[in-house]
């Protein structure tokens, strides 16, 4: 009998999801850390088979799961490099959600990568970020170009002056292995949520770097493609999940295109 | 969130001072009614790692009234540790007696109110947000729960006259809202968490 009270125990303790110790635990199997490296990885392994880079854009998949299911089904059909998740993951900043879209994002048959989106740093989401996706500022290079990830959510962080770290970026930006540069991020500098004293000097860290001329962003779930301050820097942001539309970027030399698809 | 600290104990010693003071049994007559009654330790149930507590049974030993301290250790919070405060009602009104020792409630019903210490998480919006920003709380959970014990009078036990084990099946809100805007990707199981535990009568 004392036998079977153990195995019972050590069933519970053991492997069952169901007993959760808190919506801010970060337990997290290891085949779901290191999101981003491992999507790099995979991206830079490829081998190209057209001249244009093709991704796509999108986010905001907080609370849209139904939805965001019909996108992988519609972003599967598309000839693309990889996608790009740009915030607002989750909508708590809790591991089940985290887990609950990179469930359905590895349904994908393409790398995704994430940046971090306001409502992630909510609760203990910064940590599970951390854990399951790496670094809040992140680069990498493919096919030419550099790809530069910012945590732009200023006001997550009392509009503290150092979100976006605009140094890092800036550093990010020299370097003569690549021709151009993207930089993603969640919250567009245009928008209340970025901090009003570094959004111009942000602008200005594009285009006097010379090698961008595009910045793609989320946060305010409906499409824009616009230009802010001086300088041509290209600002797109793609739409939430409910609004059922992603887009097709396609980069090639210094030039940019979009298409906007709907599903 | 010292706010709600405050309204949760006095939540806790309106309701439970009258109904604890009002039971009947004449062994307890000699203890002060605020004495609790039972004390609590619980596995899981998304309000810790480990929690203990005291409660009292209250309205004939058909309903429960606990206060946890649940605690997660840093390893399994991603580097800090998560301590949390938990009112919890029990309603256990159906009784199966098995044999003169033991008894099963096949069916409890509940609710619990989960707040999580520490000035990171707040429980309003600090200044620097617009009203209506986020509308939940991060220091507040509210959570439901169904749920079942077995319990057993322990003679032999000097101070502890009966022994509950105890399971419940639950969810919070913010779970909840989850599921009901995607019943296509989300099934129940995904937004359930349970917990065991067990509860001593003194």
Known sequence: MRYFYGGVLALLFAGCDLFEYHPYEVRIPDDETDLNAKAIARLQQTTPTTDTLTLILMGDTQRFYDDVEDFVSSANKQRADFVMLDGDITDFGIRDEFEWIHDIMRKLNKPYLTVIGNHDLSGNGEKVYREMYGDLNLSFLYRGFKFVLLNTNSREYAFSGKVPDLDWLRTQLQGDDFDRAVVVSHVPPFDGDFDVKLAA????????????????????????????NEGHIRYLVSTSMNERMYLLVKLWDDRVDFKKIFY | MTRFFTLCFAVF????????????STQQSSRKWYVPDVAVAQYAGSIGFLSVGAGYSVFQDK?????????????????????????????????????????VRPLTIGTFFNYTMGRQYSSDLPGWYPSGYYWWSEAVRVNIFIGGNISRTTPKWKNIKRAA??????????????????TGYLNIWQILHAGIGVRAHF
Do not use: C, M
């Open chain 1, 201 to 228: 000097a942000y602008n200005e860290t594009l285009y006097s770097s010379g090698k961008v001329n595009l910045s793609l962003h989320g946060h305010q779930h409906a499409f824009r493609d616009t230009t802010y």
């Open chain 2, 13 to 24: 010693i309106l309701v439970v001072g009258p109904a604890a003071s009002a039971q009947d």
């Open chain 2, 63 to 103: 309903a429960y009234v606990d206060l946890l301290f649940g605690y997660v250790l840093p390893s399994q919070a991603g580097g800090e540790s998560l301590e949390t405060l938990t009112l919890k009602f029990t309603a256990a009104p159906w009784k199966v007696r098995l044999n003169d020792r033991t008894e």
């Open chain 2, 165 to 182: 084990i105890y399971y419940e099946l639950g969810t919070n809100e913010i779970k909840l809202v989850s599921y009901v805007q995607n």
